[in-house]
């Protein structure tokens, strides 16, 4: 089940916040008044995309922290599919298509 909270209402906690991006697999971590917060792969415990510089949770919406996770995990997938790139040694040219949603990324393999 999706984030029962209206994303328009004011975040309060971090666990108010994890419930509603649960779906992406992903926690936010950061202290509050530290300045930023971001986002760990719950699996790996990996950084996902960039911090989110504010110094409160309640800086910004459910809904705002619900599209700051799902962009991370857009660029988590995109970091990971560049790394599997090396590792499986594919051919120039090959396109890697990686889906979420409704959002496609597409990573094109370097040529040698």
């Not at 950061?30 to 960039?50: I, K």
């Not at 911090?51 to 409160?56: A, D, L, Q």
């Not at 996770?69 to 590792?87: D, F, H, N, P, T």
């Amino acid at each position: 089940m999706r984030n029962e909270t209206p994303n328009n209402t004011t975040a309060r906690s971090k666990a108010q916040v994890n419930r509603a991006i649960r779906h992406t697999g992903l926690e936010i971590q950061g202290q509050r008044g530290g300045g930023y917060f971001y986002f760990t792969e719950t699996a790996s415990g990996d950084q996902a995309g960039e911090s989110i510089m504010v110094c409160h949770l309640h800086h910004q919406t459910v809904g705002g922290w619900v599209e700051d996770a799902e962009s991370a995990l857009v660029a988590l997938k995109i970091e990971q599919a560049e790394a599997a790139e090396y590792r499986l040694r594919v051919p120039p040219g090959t396109v890697i298509r990686l889906g979420y949603g409704l959002e496609t990324c597409e990573v094109y393999a370097a040529r040698s």
